[in-house]
């Protein structure tokens, strides 16, 4: 299977850290992350283009998140900092093949992760 693996989900306060970890198998063109909060639609948090290494972040993690290719092959990291309770969400890897929309507001992935539950508790 192509589907990406997520680990390292966790239960942590306000203002902590946690780092997200996902393998996956082939070459990913492009990969990101995805979270969908209780009651809400899934949305885009952090993308990597990996021909190009551009990374792209919405609007309510800039600045906190950092998106980067874990040392080991296939391997994409989500390091996340002064995370809040708004972030609480089951978080989603997702790899995709090669397009020119590799954005965390345009792209589409092909694959997808079962998710890992990230709590945020005040």
């Known amino acids: 299977t192509h589907d990406p693996v997520e680990s390292g989900g966790g239960s942590v306060q306000t203002g902590g850290s946690l780092r997200l970890s996902c393998t996956y198998s082939g070459y990913a063109y492009c990969m990101g992350w995805f979270r969908q909060a209780p009651g809400k639609q899934r949305e885009g948090v952090a993308v990597?283009?990996?021909?190009?290494?551009?990374?792209t972040y919405s609007g309510a993690v800039s600045g906190r998140f950092i998106i980067s290719k874990g040392e080991a092959a296939a391997t994409l990291t989500l390091q996340m900092n002064m995370l809040s309770p708004e972030d609480t969400a089951i978080y989603f890897c997702?790899?995709?093949?090669?397009?020119?929309?590799?954005?965390?507001?345009?792209?589409?992935?092909?694959?997808w992760g079962q998710g890992t539950q990230v709590n945020v508790s005040s």
């Open positions: 997702a790899t995709g093949h090669r397009t020119a929309y590799c954005t965390v507001n345009s792209w589409t992935p092909n694959y």
């Open positions: 990597l283009d990996n021909l190009s290494g551009h990374t």
